[in-house]
């Protein structure tokens, strides 16, 4: 071996050394010297922030044991009735007729179109479960389908109207079977009085029941009913009836391009004062004789007070309320 192979390897040796040396010194800056911290798993029960409610709704038999018929009936008149109809024979509104739905096909109305969301339950009845799951949120039950209606979260009352429903028929289905102290706790019929009500309240007036409204139940229902027809959102777009932003102290036709009927042709340019919307809410038909509004109403005032001071809020500049005991 000659001088020249010699120096060759010490040089490799060097560099390799030197190149040894600095990728360690770029290293060490380039990963923290910090200890990791220390990260304790605990196997057990959830933590309480991960708590929910319940994901569904709550089995319908049961419920059905101490369901209120009358309850059931007034629901379904003043809300479902919008986009049902519900007589022998009747015609599809927005929504097939549902007359005998109950143990029902899917599809059991001839010639309705139903959603393609609905296809995949074609043939398949309108079991009490069925039912209990598709009225506690129809999106989920049918995700796609052409209902709007956000649902019944109330587990009670939708059994209220599953029960009527049942009745709508030349030959109810029979309840399903419950548990005798099931059966043992339902109510005396008619004997339970309306939430937050009494039989010895009187009506109060416009003034009192606009200052004492919850807003939040007035919300509630009109996501839950009001919206199956309209639409709530800044510039929406009419659905059945027309988009509702603004209405409160905007002209009765306050949609522009909105088809609205010959009824209420006769209020055209009048504002929807508090006063105006309190009658019409309490019973469409009667404030403008052939509205095509098939809403039945509202027929409790502090309800009505309630869904008119949220729809106040639907605006840039909602209406003043008025104080208690003031003037209207």
């Known amino acids: 071996m000659d001088s020249m192979d010699v120096n060759k390897g010490v040089a490799a040796i060097l560099v390799a050394g030197i190149a040894f040396f600095i990728t360690g010194m770029i290293g060490d800056n380039l990963v923290s010297k910090t200890p990791p911290t220390k990260v304790e798993i605990k196997v057990g029960a959830p933590a309480a922030t991960a708590a929910k409610g319940p994901s569904g709704p709550a089995p319908i038999a049961p419920l059905l044991a101490k369901a209120d018929l009358?309850?059931?009936?007034?629901?379904v008149t003043q809300v479902c009735a919008a986009c049902h109809s519900f007589n022998p024979g009747g015609k599809p509104i927005v929504g097939p007729n549902l007359?005998?739905?109950?143990?029902?096909p899917h599809d059991h109305e001839a010639g309705f179109a139903y959603s393609a969301a609905l296809e995949k339950f074609?043939?398949?009845p309108w079991t009490y479960s069925a039912l209990n799951h598709w009225l506690y949120k129809p999106s989920a039950y049918a995700p796609g389908t052409h209902m709007t209606f956000a649902g019944i979260q109330d587990n009670q009352l939708r059994a209220d109207v599953i029960d009527y429903l049942h009745t709508l028929s030349p030959h109810p289905l029979p309840l399903p079977k419950v548990t005798a102290a099931?059966?043992?706790?339902?109510p005396a019929p008619g004997k339970t009085p309306a939430p937050g009500?009494?039989?010895a309240a009187g009506p109060s007036a416009l003034d009192t029941r606009l200052a004492d409204a919850n807003i939040a139940k007035g919300k509630a229902f009109a996501n839950q009913v009001c919206s199956a027809c309209h639409s709530l959102n800044k510039g929406g777009k009419p659905i059945v009836g027309p988009n509702l932003w603004g209405v409160v102290g905007g002209p009765h036709d306050h949609e522009a391009g909105f088809a609205y009927s010959a009824a209420l042709e006769k209020f055209k340019g009048k504002p929807w004062t508090f006063a105006a919307l309190n009658q019409w809410l309490k019973d469409p038909a009667k404030y403008a004789p052939g509205t095509h509004m098939t809403f039945a109403g509202i027929p409790q005032p502090q309800l009505r007070a309630d869904v008119i001071?949220?729809?106040?809020?639907?605006s840039d500049k909602p209406v003043p309320l008025p104080k208690a005991g003031g003037k209207k």
Do not use: R
Request: charged share 20%; aromatic share 10%; no cysteine.
């Open 70 to 75: 009358a309850k059931g009936k007034a629901f």
């Open 99 to 104: 007359y005998n739905i109950v143990g029902a």
């Open 122 to 124: 074609k043939g398949q």
């Open 182 to 186: 099931a059966k043992a706790a339902a």
């Open 197 to 199: 009500k009494t039989a």
């Open 309 to 314: 001071v949220y729809l106040d809020s639907l």
